[in-house]
């Protein structure tokens, strides 16, 4: 169909030759006619022969249309068949095959085979009498041919005549009646011709090898934009799937065994022409189906898992005997058809599609459903029972809390705009703070003016404090814009502990004011353009003195620089060794009931005041991994990343295939490492039935990338957040929703800080003044530096 498609773009300009232009019954000159048209789409050699076979020997004219039919084994995909494929006792539709659209990728027949056809065509002069009066060749393009149009005999039209003509439905109706009329074809071939398996055929090319891949005809924009949020698509090894399409049509099932939903590779599925009476709510596992062919069946009803189906494109229920429509079926923001003719439904859902088209009765649907019952909450499980009372308990939380600017409807359009809404979302996270009550708690992605004008004040009347850096292109926009570039913060209870010190890590400022990095081209290719950064903050117990460092951390999302998400890591534990090692001669407190204990915003808050604990003495430290230590964030990387390797093996060697052959100086020379001997908190959860399974969850990626990584010389875990409740995701596709605010959920650990063996803890009553942090403490909160609240 090389040719073939240019013709469908086009009317017939060739004038018919003089001795055509009458209409009569001359079998020859009806013949020559119609193989004169015919030979302008025909991209089979044999069709023309047999066209002359067939009108030289009229008996043999049903068996040769049987033979060179939607079911002979040879032909190429979505050709001929569509040429002879009507059903018994139905007019051939001819238009419909010009109608046909490829799929991209799909092999077309090249010039030289389409100019053999037109030799082989002159050859025979034949063609069935009866197949050229049905004919509905109208006098535009080809391709607009429509059941809406009175057709008659050589193409003439009622309107073409000057007769009234009936006014078409719109597009998005007109794609409806095309899709019914080729179920139908499929329908009656497979019931009335007892030849099943007819999207088989139609696909044996593509699963040969022939046609395109899993991808093919992909939209390039779309897949960018869809995989904005993925943070791990190509880093992961994915097995080989060689088939993503099944037929299982026609076979007079009546129920689809369990197994199938097995598969959920598939792309495509086809069991039109059965019996079935409903489908399993296993039909949710196959997230990765984008064409769903269930017409004429016997089905009254969709399960509500048909929502988790996100990558559908296209649902066709064709004459079946549904009766109403899943409110879930609002979650598959991505079809474009939703085939439904030929059942007993309300009125009100047609007319949507007629009028508006699918999308628009989908989206009714996603916002007229009712608020779903909340989950069961997330229990907390014990990890670690009878610890000494005495030991200091620290309670970490970290959650990338979803910036507004990058809530839309075209990233997140499964979810209702009531439940993406900034004023629904900030306060379920806020609410969710207060409940959870840490010590310390890290948030990614929060903006500046969301941190300044409402999580500061609100979280200032539960005890906390916070310490906020905006992602350092906040620098270059004017106070309007900046405001509102996201970033990272350290919120922490300000009557249990004081802020030493704390530190912005600028990934890209650092990497290209390295001495061995500032003239290799893959830093300012890779590394500087993006603008992540890490916070490093040092704290003191005002109760024991213990001391502990902080850092939090949102790396790069794109899939295809795990080498820069590998540098931003080396960069951060770089940086948190030189600081442990500063850390380890900061001076002692003085006077720890001088320091201020913050107050509430508002001075007529009825917030009592916490009580200040008796203050112990400042502790000391001999070397940097002495200092316990906590490095929670967004990774966007998963546990095969070299990231995860670094943090938990404490090395990567320069030949780890995240590098590739990019250059990063010493990194790639000699490796990357860290002192410290760090864990995910979260890995005591592992091979248990309480095992956390993703941190962020939208369609087409549920992974862990979210950590809470602690020094396990120092530290140990006694509490962990379990994981959400699982049989209310069985029917949620992604999140945000009414009842998780973000696409990440929330991770919490509850630590004790080791006792220290064999080491008299010595108070350090002397040494000079008070360091230069804990001075800032006293003066502004914590200011010094980066945003924070006064």
Known sequence: MADGHRYMQQSFSTPLPAQFASNN?????????????????????????????????????????????????NHPQG?????????????????????????????????????QVLQAGHTGHGARNDLMSHSTFSSGIMANASPYTNNLQNGHSVAARGGPAEQPPNEHWQKQLRLKEESDRAHAAMTEQHQPHYYARLKAPENKGIGGGLNAGANASGEEEEIRRRPYQVEKKNKRQDW?????????????????????????????????????????????????????????????????????????????????????????????????????????????????????????????????????????IVIQEDVSPSLERI???????????????????????????????????????????????????????????????????????????????????????????????????????????????????????????????DIFNR??????????????????????????????????????????????????????????????????????????????SDVPKPEMPEPGPSQEYRSNTDIPLLVCGDYNSTQESSVYELLSMGRVTPEHSDFGTHQYGNFTRDGVAHPFSMRSAYVHLNGTPDELSFTNYVPGFQEVIDYIWYSTNTLEVVELLGPPDPNHLKRVPGFPNYHFPADHIQIMAEFVIKARKGEKVKALQQGGSSGSGSKQEGQDGGNGGGSGQA
């Open 79 to 115: 050709h001929n068949p569509r040429l002879n494929g009507a059903a018994p006792g139905r007019q051939p539709n001819m238009p419909m095959f010009y109608n046909h659209v490829p799929q991209q990728g799909h092999p077309h027949q090249g010039h030289n085979a389409h100019h």
């Open 395 to 521: 309670k970490v939380m970290t959650w990338n809390i979803l910036c507004d600017k990058f809530a839309t409807t075209n990233m997140y359009g499964y979810t209702p705009t009531g439940a993406l809404s900034w004023e629904y979302r900030k306060e379920r996270i806020l609410q969710e703070i207060r409940d959870r009550d840490v010590d310390m708690l890290c948030l990614q992605e929060i903006a500046t003016d969301v941190f300044r004008d409402f999580f500061s004040p609100e979280l200032a009347q539960n005890d906390y404090k916070g310490v906020h850096w905006p992602r350092p292109k906040a620098k270059t926009m004017n106070e309007r814009d900046a405001a509102s570039v996201d970033g990272c913060a350290i919120f922490y209870k300000g009557s249990k502990w004081i802020l030493l010190d704390k530190q912005l890590i600028d990934y890209a400022n650092i990497a290209i004011n390295r001495p061995d990095m500032k003239n290799q081209h």
């Open 244 to 380: 993503h399409n099944m037929d299982m049509s026609g076979q007079g099932l009546r129920v689809l065994s369990q197994p199938l939903f097995s598969y959920e590779f598939l792309v495509e599925l086809y069991i039109a022409s059965n019996r079935l009476t409903f489908l399993p709510a296993d039909i949710g596992r196959l997230r990765h189906l984008k064409i769903l062919e269930a017409s004429n069946n016997l089905l009254s009803e969709l399960p509500p898992e048909i929502g988790m189906c996100t990558s559908l494109e296209k649902l066709l229920l064709f004459d079946n005997q549904i009766r109403g429509l899943p409110y879930e079926l609002g979650s598959l923001y991505k079809l474009d058809i939703l085939g439904i003719e030929g059942n007993p439904l309300e009125p009100t859902y047609r007319d949507e599609i007629v009028e508006r088209g699918t999308k628009s009765l989908i989206n009714q649907l996603l916002e007229s459903a009712p608020v779903p019952m909340p989950p069961s909450p997330r229990k907390p």
């Open 527 to 604: 590394v500087m353009p993006k603008d992540n950064i890490g916070i490093i903050c040092f704290f003191e117990s005002r109760r024991t003195g213990a001391r502990v460092i902080v850092a939090n951390t949102h790396l790069a999302w794109e899939p295809t620089l795990a080498d820069v998400k590998l540098v931003q890591t080396a960069i951060l534990m770089e940086n948190i060794t030189k600081y442990a090692e500063k850390y380890v001669r900061w001076q002692p407190l003085k006077d720890k009931r001088g320091i201020q204990i913050p107050q509430s915003v508002s001075v007529e």
């Open 25 to 73: 019954n001359n079998n020859i000159a009806s013949g020559l006619l119609l193989n004169s048209l015919l030979n302008q789409f025909i991209t089979d050699p044999s069709a023309a022969q047999q066209a002359a076979t067939q009108q030289a020997n009229p008996a043999h004219g049903p068996a040769i249309q049987n033979n060179r039919g939607m079911y002979g084994q």
